[in-house]
């Protein structure tokens, strides 16, 4: 005879994850570009095309274009670690989370800022899903040591 073993899924970790993995990097990503521009703002006392020049220049910037994917690799690692602790096998919730905060992303980007589903912006979804989904499961796989 089988037994099947239920599993329990937090919900409550899963989505905390998911609203996590979107909020940091885009809070981040938004808090530098307004911070630079009020620098920039008063540095050169209020002028708008100076203010605009330096914060396209900063938008263009490599390491401002790879700050928000490294801050998703952390919080989903973290994450990770921390759903590894509240479920006995938490796989089933880091690809819950991860397809969450994929959903927020491009909801977010679609709603709020009126993203083009173009090549290029797929091609960020879909890396930014597959750097949730590794780095979560890697900190299950740390979590679990």
């Not at 037994?3 to 909020?23: E, F, N, R, Y």
């Amino acid at each position: 005879m089988m037994t099947q073993h239920k599993q329990t899924i937090p919900w409550g970790a899963v989505i905390w994850s998911s609203v996590l993995m979107v909020i940091i990097p885009l809070g981040a990503a938004i808090a530098i570009s307004v911070g630079y521009g009020v620098v920039v703002g008063f540095q050169t006392r209020g002028d708008p095309e100076a203010i605009n020049a330096a914060v396209m220049s900063l938008a263009s910037a490599v390491w401002y274009q790879a700050l928000p994917k490294m801050l998703l690799a952390a919080v989903a690692f973290w994450r990770g670690m921390r759903l590894a602790h509240s479920s006995a096998s938490a796989t089933l919730p880091v690809v819950s989370a991860a397809i969450l905060a994929l959903i927020g992303l491009v909801g977010t980007a679609l709603l709020l800022f009126n993203a083009p589903l173009s090549g290029e912006q797929t091609i960020s979804f879909v890396v930014d899903g597959v750097i949730m989904l590794a780095c979560g499961l890697a900190g299950v796989r740390i979590a679990r040591r």
